[in-house]
């Protein structure tokens, strides 16, 4: 009797994955600028002969990231981690951390920079609209006083101590930075959008530019976790830009991605150099801002 050995069945050999990879970065960006960066901030003089300091408004929902990156911000500069801005360490957010406004000024080797990022609390949607965004609105015309406690059930009214009824130019807040969360912004709350657009609606009649910063990046691709240096080639982080782009409205060249300094204890050159494009591009959107401030 012959052999009877069956032939294999050649079975077809499924597709590779896709590269999660672009060829090339979709954003140009030099990573070895963060001395020439860090030189031009600490030179840098607001616009205007009457304002010292530019004071540029930090919002966003509640755990997106928003003190965490003014800490992160003070890092790359004081070139350690710092923790100035108060950040809830516990995973569950129910409430705003944040419960009054603040200032924080930036210091570079013990010098004062002209530049003040005013914390305020976290949006939730199931905060009365009416409070939260009324309270932003006004913080950023300069009508709330630091150290004004945020009520949940209305906002700051103008007979109130802590109102400000004449705010100068250095009491107002030349730009908006919103942040929001790259891993979890396709769940974003419809709720928390609409209150955005009522935000950017109001403060675009007044010429007040918005921009937004994209924390967690790292947990949003495993391939920038890695190498913080592939963002700009994560398809993943570029489509989570352009959502955000669509769902919020501002245009992708005012979206910034970064990682917030959050389980380090030391800081490092990648990190920092997002850190000050950001705050580079914010300050030069501000100023601008406060150049034409004239014509409002």
Not at 6 to 11: G, I, L
Not at 49 to 65: H, S, Y
Not at 89 to 102: C, N, P, R, V, W
Not at 162 to 177: A, H, I, K, T
Request: charged share 25%; hydrophobic share 35%; aromatic share 8%.
């Amino acid at each position: 009797m012959g052999s009877s050995e069956s032939t294999p069945v050649q079975r077809p050999s499924s597709p590779p994955p896709p590269n999660p990879e672009l060829v090339k970065p979709w954003r140009t960006f030099d990573w070895g600028q963060k001395k020439y960066l860090k030189e031009k901030l600490e030179n840098f003089s607001p616009s205007h002969p009457d304002v010292k300091d530019i004071k540029i408004l930090v919002a966003g929902p509640i755990g997106a990231g928003k003190s965490s990156f003014i800490n992160s911000v003070d890092s790359a500069f004081q070139g350690r981690i710092t923790s100035r801005a108060l950040v809830n360490a516990s995973d569950g957010y129910s409430h705003s951390f944040t419960q009054i406004l603040k200032g924080f000024s930036i210091r570079s080797g013990g010098k004062k920079l002209p530049f003040v990022f005013k914390d305020i609390m976290g949006l939730e949607p199931d905060v009365l609209a009416g409070s939260q965004t009324e309270d932003i609105i006004n913080a950023l015309y300069g009508h709330v006083k630091d150290g004004y406690k945020f009520n949940q059930e209305q906002a700051l009214r103008y007979n109130d101590q802590q109102y400000n009824c004449e705010p100068n130019l250095s009491d107002q807040c030349f730009c908006l930075v919103y942040v929001i969360a790259a891993d979890t912004v396709q769940f974003t709350d419809d709720r928390l959008i609409d209150k955005l657009r009522i935000i950017r609606q109001r403060i675009s009649e007044k010429g007040i530019p918005q921009v937004i910063v994209m924390t967690k990046v790292d947990e949003a691709c495993p391939q920038v976790k890695n190498d913080l240096r592939k963002i700009y080639k994560s398809k993943k982080i570029k489509e989570k830009m352009e959502l955000c782009s669509a769902k919020v409205g501002v245009p992708m060249s005012q979206i910034f991605p970064v990682k917030n300094y959050h389980n380090e204890i030391d800081t490092n050159d990648e990190t920092d150099v997002l850190i000050l494009k950001a705050v580079e591009q914010i300050v030069q959107i501000a100023n601008d801002r406060l150049e034409d401030s004239e014509i409002y």
